[in-house]
């Protein structure tokens, strides 16, 4: 009996070694269906290539930039595949992934095309950012596999761009902060999505997180809160100091580190109001005097900056003047949201102001709030004199905003849409589609604690950037981007769960033609790409995966 039970478990074995091993061999073989999905895919039906470990990835001599793409993608393979191929400078037909620049390719500067036959791969841009776009869906088109012999890619033609140029993830770290480390994983989760803009929110109320040398109080004091608040603003805190600040070095590094992956740092110095922090090191930059505490709840203060004082613009100009020589992006966001004006209206320096400019309230904006446009204007010059341009978020509407500002349109598409129909540049942002701080789930006794709303994963993917809008006003509208505010979020598990997959959903978004884009067809791809997840190790939420997949490690679960 016990010989007769041993067999049996002997031939279950090897029956499950068997599985497992045609298992792994179907899932040697390479699928075209990503995130986001390419313009066009041709499966060309001839012989397939084989990737092997003899594989060369061959890249054109003296291009530093095409040698860093080249070590990306044998980075990708290896991490996906377990090979590990050879580098040249000599491009070959058989057996090679060539990498080339083509200026007559008629994709634009982030498109691409990628030919697969059975003698190798070609991979061609009109220039080299096109070529990291192509790497990425080579990469997620590869399966993911231990120790492989070959991998075979059928034969493929896919010509690719994306459609906005504008395609950005933000991350609040003045809420909480995260190391340089978790900042670099957050860019590198762009870069797996095509997105090409890391908006760093860096200074509120509850933190200034970057170090300005003329300043150094900002970060000795303004970086630090003495306590938090626990939950939705409740009478009770943590009492235990929470800070930290990025070094100028290290912001130097993030924004190099970026740069290597075609991404560019826009930061964010909110003004005027969100202030707390600027104003419990400098109190005299205030309405009242103070006293006033880097802010320990969560919300809007009524304390701003005094927008009548002239030391006030004088802090601004020096802050941005060290800011633009870290950051060399041509945006500077300078915020402009919530910004109450009760203290301006009580504050002589600012009616004294108001009275200077002859300013006068009419039948939709009150004198406070064309205050509000001369303070977002002159820094707006000021910044031009610097070869910058602004980006404010939508409040900047409110009042007579400089035509040449860039609206960033958050309180749903509304002001987006007013925007663009005067004639501004607009990044649509509206918390109704892409604020993932939102809950993902209704059942919210089941989640991790978040500011609130319901933003699940189909209604990310519903954003229509261009609604309302004639066809010269959609021209205004030069990209997407989504936002993660971290009051609620203190850890990086925690952070990458909010953001995954939601970014990958706003990642159709913003690179897809609206008649590539299928909800099903993307919930169909998402398991492929949630994979990649898994290999990195990084968290991410369940409820838009379909109920079988359930062959990963379940930690993967919040």
Not at 248 to 263: G, L, T
Request: proline share 5%.
């Amino acid at each position: 009996m016990e010989l007769t039970l041993m067999k049996n478990a002997i031939k279950v074995m090897f029956l499950g070694f068997l599985l497992c091993s045609v298992m792994e061999l179907q899932a040697q073989t390479a699928n075209y269906d990503v995130i986001p999905q390419p313009q066009q895919v041709q499966l060309k039906g001839g012989p397939a290539f084989e990737l092997t470990a003899s594989t060369v990835i061959a890249y054109p001599d003296g291009n530093e930039l095409m040698r860093r793409n080249a070590e990306f993608l044998r980075e990708y393979i290896q991490k996906n595949t377990g090979l590990k191929l050879g580098l040249t400078t000599n491009p070959m037909r058989m057996n090679c992934i060539n990498l080339s620049l083509n200026t007559s390719l008629k994709t634009g500067e982030e498109g691409y095309m990628l030919v697969v036959d059975d003698r190798g791969i070609s991979l061609m841009a009109a220039a080299e950012n096109g070529i990291f776009y192509g790497i990425q869906t080579l990469r997620k088109s590869l399966p993911i596999v231990r120790d492989a012999a070959q991998v075979v890619l059928p034969a493929v033609q896919i010509t690719d761009a994306p459609r906005f140029g504008y395609r950005g993830i933000h991350l609040d770290v003045s809420r909480h902060f995260f190391d340089v480390d978790v900042v670099k994983q957050a860019i590198d989760m762009l870069a797996l999505h095509n997105q090409n803009t890391f908006h760093w929110h860096l200074t509120d109320d509850q933190g200034w997180r970057v170090e300005i040398k003329r300043y150094p109080e900002l970060t000795r004091y303004g970086s630090i809160r003495q306590r938090t608040v626990i939950g939705h603003n409740t009478p009770i805190y943590d009492n235990t100091p929470s800070g930290g600040y990025y070094t100028q070095a290290e912001m130097r590094e993030v924004v190099e580190y970026a740069k290597e992956r075609y991404i560019t740092v826009i930061p964010e110095i909110d003004m005027p109001g969100h202030m707390m922090a600027v104003l419990a090191c400098f109190p005299e930059l205030g309405c009242t005097g103070g006293p006033y505490h880097v802010a320990e709840e969560w919300g809007i203060a009524d304390d701003i900056l005094c927008a009548g004082n002239e030391e006030t613009f004088t802090f601004v100009e020096n802050v941005l003047s060290e800011l633009t020589e870290i950051f060399p992006s041509t945006y500077i966001h300078i915020g402009g949201d919530e910004a109450p004006r009760v203290r301006w209206q009580n504050c002589p320096k600012c009616q004294a102001r108001i009275r200077q400019l002859g300013l006068t309230k009419d039948d939709e904006h009150s004198a406070e709030d064309k205050l509000q446009s001369y303070f977002m204007t002159r820094v707006e010059k000021f910044l031009n004199s610097k070869g910058r341009q602004i980006i404010g978020w939508d409040e900047i509407l409110d009042g007579d905003p400089s035509p040449t500002a860039t609206v960033m349109s958050w309180r749903g598409t509304a002001g987006g849409i007013k925007a663009a129909k005067a004639g501004h540049d607009v990044i649509m942002s509206p918390t109704t589609y892409a604020y993932l701080d939102y809950y993902q789930s209704d059942k919210t006794n089941r989640e991790p604690l978040a500011i609130g709303g319901y933003l699940p994963v189909e209604k990310v993917y519903e954003l229509d950037p261009m609604d309302q809008l004639s066809g010269d006003e959609q021209k205004h509208i030069i990209g997407v981007q989504a936002n993660l505010w971290t009051e609620y979020i203190a850890h990086p598990e925690h952070l990458q769960y909010m953001y995954m997959p939601r970014v990958a959903a706003i990642a159709e978004v913003q690179w897809c033609q609206p008649a590539n884009r299928n909800y099903d067809k993307f919930l169909a791809k998402l398991p492929k790409l949630v994979d990649v997840y898994q290999l990195l190790g990084w968290k991410y939420a369940r409820h838009a995966l379909p109920a079988d997949y359930d062959h990963h490690d379940r930690s993967s679960l919040w």
